[in-house]
Every structure is written in C-alpha cells, then in structure tokens.
C-alpha cells in the first residue's frame, strides 16, 4: 500500500497533525474493529469538508458566471460535486487505496463505492481546513483537483438533463435501453444505448445502469453539440 506521504505528495498538502489526515482516511467500520479509541471515523471531518467545499464551488460558479440564474446555478454546483465526480477526483488521485476498511465493509467491496470514496474526499478537505486553518490552501485543492474542469464536469454529471432539455426542445422522444449486462452478480457491468426518436444517439458502459445512462447521454450530448459547430 502506497504511504501516507506519497499520498500528501499527490494532494499537494503536508498535514502538520497527521491524526487528522488518519482520521479523514477512516472508515466506521474499522475504527469499531480495531477499538482503539484515540483514532475516530471521518464523519465529523466529511460535516466539516462538505460545508467548505459548498462554499468555495459556491463562490467559483458565482464569479464564473455572472449572469447565471441562482437555479441553474445550483445545479451545476450539484453536478460538480455530487458523489459520483467527488468519488472519480478522489481515484484519480488514489485516495481510495489508503482508506482504512473493516473486515466486513472490505469484503463487501467498500472500497469501490462511490457513496464511501467522496464522503472520504470530503473527509480530507475537512481535515486539510482545520490542519491549514486557512481556505486559501483548500481553495487551490479544490480548483487543482475538482473544479479545474469545471465545464466538463459539469456536463458530464447532469448530461442527462441536458440531453432531455435538448430533445424537449425538439419534440423528440428520449428513451435508455440495457444492451448488455455482463460480470458476476457483485460485480455487474451494464452497456446501455440511448435512443432519440428511436435512433441510437450514444452508448456507456458502468457499473450501474444509472452510470452507463450517464455515460451515454454523455456521448449523445457530445455528438449534437459537435453537429451544431
């Protein structure tokens, strides 16, 4: 397992209280395994990095966007930092390997989910924050590492909506069809087409059919776009 400084080399951040990068890193599930009371779970900490986190994706997307409406404001933030996009940042950037899991939440592949992987992320901006004490240094972890491809992102996570908005506009019918289901039961990986009036428009992989969905409107939303160039 890499160490924990190669992972403070990765995030760009040396904790002066490295009991506070161990804490963000805890699972529940291990801090009751192990009994041992000086070491407690990252959900305080995830409390505490949610919060900081909304503020500054708040105040990124209000300066980014001067014209933009509160509601549509709110939705890209939502796409920003929902579980999904928080889990990929943490991945990229081999968070989930240093997390520490129970017997039993490892076994149950705890250490895949994104539900576990982004409150983690959360975890370790808390952490940061009170380390720190300054919103500047989590500031630049999070444009560095989050919001740096902010207009992806965003279109990627709420890809779905977009391309329901588009064809709306249109008066076409969207409808998402399972092509494939593949893998073991614990472990299943769904293909599924998207389809514009009947016509295939995008495909996605993932290991849930709400993920290969978003990867295919994705893909669908892409490929109009690039037609209206």
């Known amino acids: 397992m890499p160490t924990l ?9 040396h904790f002066q209280d490295t009991y506070l990068l161990n804490c963000a890193l805890t699972h529940s599930s291990w801090a009751n395994e192990q009994k041992i009371h000086r070491y407690k779970d990252y959900e305080r900490l995830e409390f505490l990095g949610d919060a900081v986190l909304e503020m500054i994706s708040s105040a990124f997307l209000f300066h980014e ?8 404001l709110s939705k890209r ?38 539900s576990i992987v982004s409150d983690v992320m959360e975890a370790l901006i ?7 004490g300054s919103v500047q240094v989590v500031r630049e972890f ?18 779905k909506s977009i391309l329901q908005e588009i064809v709306q ?23 599924v087409a998207v389809l514009i009036d009947g ?21 669908a939303v892409r490929a109009i776009r690039d037609r209206q160039e």
């Open 65 to 72: 966007y001067p014209d933009m409406r509160e509601g549509e």
């Open 169 to 191: 506009k249109e008066q076409k019918a969207v409808r998402y069809e399972v092509l494939e289901e593949s893998g073991p039961g614990h472990d299943r990986t769904y293909t």
């Open 126 to 132: 808390g952490a940061m924050y009170l380390d720190s």
């Open 77 to 114: 933030r939502a796409a920003l930092v929902c579980e999904p996009s928080l889990a990929e940042c943490a991945r990229k950037l081999g968070i989930e390997q240093h997390i520490r899991l129970g017997r039993g939440a490892e076994a149950d592949g705890g250490r895949e989910k994104d």
């Open 5 to 13: 400084e190669q992972l403070e080399e990765r995030i760009g951040y």
């Open 199 to 219: 016509q295939m428009a995008g495909t996605g992989r993932g290991k849930s059919k709400k993920n290969a969905e978003q990867q295919a409107a994705f893909e």
């Open 142 to 159: 999070v444009m560095t590492h989050i919001l740096a491809d902010a207009g992806e992102r965003h279109l990627f996570y709420d890809a």
